[in-house]
């Protein structure tokens, strides 16, 4: 069989954990490789030793039937091995050529020669239909048109095996098929990709054959076609995983948040959301659809005020709280599960133990008088950390940098759930979690509703809006289209709403 | 544990380059170094003078490194110490009152001088986002001519236009009972107040919620104001307390060690303690011994000099490496967990040789 790469026997060891442990992945010339498995299961760093991120303690890596020894990135880009990272590694005021051609550059006389590298972006974007404009600033474009950037310069260094490392994460479901289809581009150009997912419908989709790993061991490699997601998904997690989440009907109580006729400016100074009215009541689901970038953001910041509100009101429990500090809108029961975990959920230098009480460290028993107080502070992250399974080498004292992406996650769903708000606004809660914990991240939240709380849940992806939901708010270029029973909808209805027809017209 | 040996091996490569230039320019390294330390060390007298040395850079090296622990780069320690020294100087020569009441006046005088002159690059920091190494910078030259109008024009000395008149023995840090102590050196009370300026910033950073929330806005500005944490208050805060420490530098310096202020000067001090601050990896407790450990070599070079014919500016040297090698200590990381692999293959490589066997 023609291999362009074998992992055999990988074992990589951190401080307190073994991320790999025997772990063995053959990728074949021209397929697509799915690499599944649980948070924290140890596919990144598996990821990581094959591009030379670390090496690994023991085992062997052959590069086209040749065994090799990849002791930094410049050494898998010169065999030909690109990465896309979990988290991006874009500089954000720089152009795309700039990025791309970083630690790259070639040069004309003493200056950099980006005119020339921005004809190969070009040609290359067009080759495989990515459709990359080569002087756009990274900060202006979407998340999306950013990920293709960074398989762009995989491409620009001539990579012959693409790493994709929960590239779908942060897409959006358009997205996502446009990407399906630039692999399937890049495959029929003679590359391999390893795809790393937690989605076991694009597996199903766009792979060949996939890995299964758990707790760092591999459980077996599979064919996709002959393999049902819910086989996969129990190879995993090593129980059977239920998708659909069972939860009785909504016992709406009293509104607890309204929006009136709210106008909030976004970050190009335009305005992002427009004469905004919406209402959530205690004991219920409310979910936000709509494509990314119509307003969600501009909406989420305005009511825990990270965003200033040209006009109109935010009503909380019966109080305008326009002008709140952000500290007062937490103290009085605003939980935020945001967006981006690593640029506002977290600390990443600080340990889990500290990040559990960034929002409550002045209050007893965390700090008195001004002192921090250590026992309580562990003993509060040691009963967020089980609760929600975080997993890491060291506990609560573990650095949160090390965490993988998927526990990162759950240590934020966990310490704002924890804080029991009045009101959680959840930002797609759920992105880059394993099928088990998707599930019992839903199980919580449908559980606060059941408490009385009130949920607003902001997500792209219809099916965990239409699952959680009671009611859907659906958005469209910073406006309300219209609100709709969760259980009186279809995907059909919400999908021509989210394209800007309103409610009426779509009814008749 | 690793930055400590990161710092360390940094010192001794710092070292070892020192021996090797005296050895290129024809002098014996071993006789050098011997000298050298022994300038700073070899009685009471002169460790006493090592540390009145090490007193002020404790004071700017904790400034910078505290802010730099709440992300921000401190370049006007040396401004600020001057203007605080200077501050101290006038309350000193002004005042009339019992020594124990005129040295707290007198330090409250530099924090509060040093303070003021940080706090004004931390407001335009926080209101308008000037970035603090630009507004450092020409705060320390507003300084020095402050200084330089300042001085001559009000507090002119008997004989020097361009020193203060001498302050009085009840304005000064200087305790002939320590002086005695250490067999006449010119250690002064300034080192008891660095040693406790230490304490209280490892408690500060470590301890309280206010170290807990600065160390938040300067890892993570945007994850801070998610929190509800003031990051603009957290970045004058940071500021106040950074100057303020550099200002105490200047009491140490122009109150203790010395006992006027001269003009056209910035104090080196300002500058060294970045060095400081690097050497030690921002801690609190490792400012104290890389503060300490400059000082020594700062206060053996003169006896080197005297001694032997190797220049002082290997000393200047030696610590210019020293920083070299601390800025880069990525590749000093690398190397040490290069050995320490090389260590472990080893001793897995005896283990099966003696399960073979
Ligand atoms: N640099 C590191 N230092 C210490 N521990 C680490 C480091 N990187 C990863 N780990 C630990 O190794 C384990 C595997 O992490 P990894 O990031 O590979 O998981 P993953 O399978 O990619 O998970 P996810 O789906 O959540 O991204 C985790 O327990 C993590 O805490
Ligand atoms: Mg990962």
Excluded at chain 2, 204 to 226: D, M, P, Q, S
Aim: glycine share 10%; proline share 3%.
């Amino acid at each position: 069989m023609d291999y362009v790469v074998e992992m055999l026997n990988i074992r990589k060891e951190f401080p307190g954990v073994v991320a790999n442990d025997d772990i063995t992945l053959c990728l074949r010339r021209g397929e697509i490789h799915a690499l599944l498995g649980e948070n924290g299961a140890g596919k990144s760093t598996l990821m990581g030793m094959l591009f030379g991120m670390y090496e690994p303690d023991r085992g062997i890596i052959k590069v086209r039937g040749k065994e090799t020894i990849i002791s930094n990135p410049n050494v898998a880009n010169r065999l030909g091995i690109g990465m896309v990272h979990q988290h991006f590694k874009l500089v954000s005021n720089f152009t795309v050529t700039e990025n791309i051609i970083l630690g790259n550059e070639s040069r004309k006389g003493l200056v950099i020669d980006t005119e020339t590298a921005s004809k190969r972006i070009r040609s290359i974007s067009e080759q495989y239909g990515l459709n990359v404009d080569p002087h756009a600033k990274i900060e202006d474009i979407s998340v999306g048109m950013q990920q293709r950037v960074e398989i762009l310069k995989m491409l620009y260094r001539d990579a012959e095996v693409l790493i994709l490392d929960e590239p779908t994460a942060v897409l959006t479901p358009q997205e996502i098929e446009e990407l399906g289809k630039v692999m399937k581009n890049l495959i029929d150009e003679g590359k391999s990709i390893i795809l790393i997912t937690h989605k076991l419908k694009e597996i199903k989709a766009v792979a060949d054959r996939c890995t299964v790993i758990r707790r760092g061991k591999t459980i077996g490699t599979v064919e996709v076609s002959t393999t049902s997601e819910a086989d996969m998904a129990e190879m995993m997690v090593g129980r059977q995983v239920t998708f659909k989440v069972s939860k009785q009907a909504a016992k709406p109580a009293d509104s607890v948040l309204r929006i009136d006729s709210l106008t909030v400016k976004n970050s190009k100074k335009v305005l992002g959301l427009k004469d905004f009215n919406l209402d959530v009541r205690a004991g219920e689901i409310v979910g936000i659809a709509g494509v990314e970038g119509n307003g969600q953001t501009e909406l989420v910041e305005a009511i825990t005020g990270l965003r200033k509100a040209e006009s109109g009101s935010i009503l909380y429990d019966g109080q305008n709280i326009v002008n709140w500090p952000i500290r007062t809108r937490i103290e009085k029961g605003i939980g935020h599960i945001p967006e981006d975990r690593q640029k506002r959920g977290l600390v990443l230098e600080y340990s889990i133990e500290e990040n559990m009480i960034l929002e409550v460290y002045q209050k007893r028993p965390f700090s008195k008088h001004g002192l921090l107080n250590k026992a309580a502070i562990r003993a509060y992250a040691k009963r967020i950390i089980e609760s929600f399974d975080v997993r890491s080498g060291q506990g609560a004292t573990s650095v949160t940098r090390s965490l993988s992406g998927g526990n990162q996650q759950k240590a934020i769903i966990g310490r704002e759930i924890e804080q029991d708000p009045m009101l959680l606004i959840a930002v797609q809660p759920t992105r880059g979690l394993d099928v088990g914990s998707i599930e019992y991240i839903h199980k919580r939240l449908i559980e606060q509703r059941d408490k009385g709380k009130a949920v607003l849940l902001v997500s792209l992806e219809l099916d965990e809006i239409m699952n959680i939901s009671d009611r859907i708010a659906v958005v469209n270029n910073g406006e309300l289209i219209g609100i709709v029973q969760a259980s009186e909808t279809s995907e059909h209805e919400l999908g021509l709403m989210m394209a800007g027809l309103r409610g009426g017209e779509v009814a008749q | 544990m690793r930055n400590t040996i990161v710092s360390l091996l940094a010192v001794l490569f710092g070292l070892l380059a020192g021996a090797l230039l005296m050895a290129v320019t024809g002098h014996n390294p071993f006789e050098g170094y011997r000298y050298l330390f022994e300038g700073g060390m070899r009685d009471i007298s002169r460790f006493g003078d090592t540390l009145a040395t090490a007193t002020p850079l404790i004071f700017t090296g904790l400034s910078v490194a505290f802010a730099f622990r709440t992300g921000l780069f401190n370049i006007g320690a040396a401004g600020q110490m001057l203007f605080g020294g200077f501050c101290a100087t006038a309350v000193g020569l002004t005042l009339d009152l019992s020594k124990p009441l005129m040295l707290v006046c007198t330090v409250l005088a530099g924090f509060l001088g040093g303070a003021l002159w940080a706090f004004i690059p931390g407001l335009l920091k926080a209101k308008f986002n000037v970035h603090e190494v630009v507004s450092t910078i020409m705060m320390n030259w507003i300084a020095y001519w402050t200084i330089y109008y300042m001085v001559p024009a009000y507090f002119k000395g008997e004989y020097l236009e361009t020193e203060s008149r001498q302050l009085p023995d009840f304005a000064s840090l200087k305790s002939p009972f320590l002086s005695e102590a250490f067999g006449g050196s010119y250690i002064n009370l300034g080192i008891f107040l660095a040693v406790l300026a230490v304490i209280v910033i490892a408690f500060i950073i470590n301890k309280t919620t206010l170290g807990y929330e600065l160390k938040a806005v300067g890892f993570n500005r945007h994850a801070a104001e998610y929190a509800g944490i003031g990051v603009n208050r957290g970045i004058i805060v940071s500021m106040l307390i950074a100057g303020g420490l550099a200002g105490l530098g200047g009491v140490a310096e122009f109150t203790g060690n010395a006992s006027n202020i001269q003009i056209g000067k910035l104090p080196t001090q300002g500058f060294d303690g970045i060095a400081v601050a690097l050497l030690a990896n921002n801690a609190p407790l490792g400012v104290l011994f890389a503060a300490v450990f400059f000082g020594l070599l700062y206060s053996g070079r003169g006896f080197m000099n005297a001694m032997t014919d190797v220049p002082p500016e290997i000393a200047d040297s030696i610590i210019a490496i020293i920083i070299y090698f601390a800025a880069t200590s990525i590749l000093i990381e690398r190397l040490v967990r290069k050995l320490l692999r090389i260590r472990a293959d080893k001793r897995e490589q005896s283990a099966e040789k003696g399960r073979e066997s």
